[in-house]
Each structure stands twice: as structure tokens, then as C-alpha cells.
Nanobody, 124 residues
């Protein structure tokens, strides 16, 4: 079955950086579009970033544009989220998402598979 396993979360001071990874199995990784969502305490899950199958197309939420970079390594079946200049409002559980071969995952109803989530906490 499809499994998405995130890693790389943790506690960081404001202005710091983290890199999240998502290792995928049970699917042909190079044929699916991938993304990241996050859920802050007391809030709904929101879109963060998405990347096409080849990595040639990316989308970002306005709140992270210029600070976060999504990428993927199809040879390693892994996607990444490099997060720089982190702010306390970036504190959330971050979820890896797979939407399949057609659409990029920019909304929850476009996601076919979810990871279990990894906690990111940014202290002020």
C-alpha cells in the first residue's frame, strides 16, 4: 500500500531553518504530483506548496513564498520542503501529500494520500 513518511520536524528559533523530507513507497513516485500542507493548533489544514511530477512546476502559498522551497528527487522517491526565515506563525504539523498523476495538490480534496505529519515548532 502507499506510504508517505515525513521526517525533519523539530523545534527551531525564529529566523532559523529546517528541511522536511517525505519518503514515498507503494507507488511510482515519478508519475505523481506531490505537495505539503500544514495544520496549526485550532485551525484547519492549509496548503503550503506543491510540485509536479518532473519537478518543473511549483506552487506556493503566499504566506511562505520566498522563504520555503519545495523539491523532489525521483531517484530517491523523496520530496523535500526547505524552510528558511521561519516565523512563530509557521508552527504547525506539516503533512506530505500526494494527489496522483493529474492535478497538483493545492486543496485538501485533491489529495489522494497523506503522511502522518511532523511537528514544526518555531519559538520567538
Amino acid at each position: 500500500q502507499v506510504q508517505l513518511v515525513e521526517s525533519g520536524g523539530g523545534l527551531v528559533q525564529a529566523g532559523g531553518s529546517l528541511r522536511l523530507s517525505c519518503a514515498a513507497s507503494g507507488l511510482t513516485f515519478s508519475r505523481v504530483n506531490m505537495g505539503w500542507f500544514r495544520q496549526a493548533p485550532g485551525k484547519g489544514r492549509e496548503f503550503v506548496a506543491a510540485i509536479s511530477r518532473s519537478g518543473g512546476t511549483t506552487y506556493y502559498a503566499d504566506s511562505v513564498k520566498g522563504r520555503f522551497t519545495i523539491s523532489r528527487d525521483n531517484a530517491k522517491n523523496t520530496e523535500y520542503l526547505q524552510m528558511n526565515s521561519l516565523k512563530p506563525e509557521d508552527t504547525a504539523v506539516y503533512y506530505c501529500a500526494c494527489s496522483g498523476v493529474l492535478r497538483l495538490p493545492r486543496a485538501e480534496d485533491e489529495v489522494a494520500y497523506w503522511g502522518q505529519g511532523t511537528q514544526v515548532t518555531v519559538s520567538s
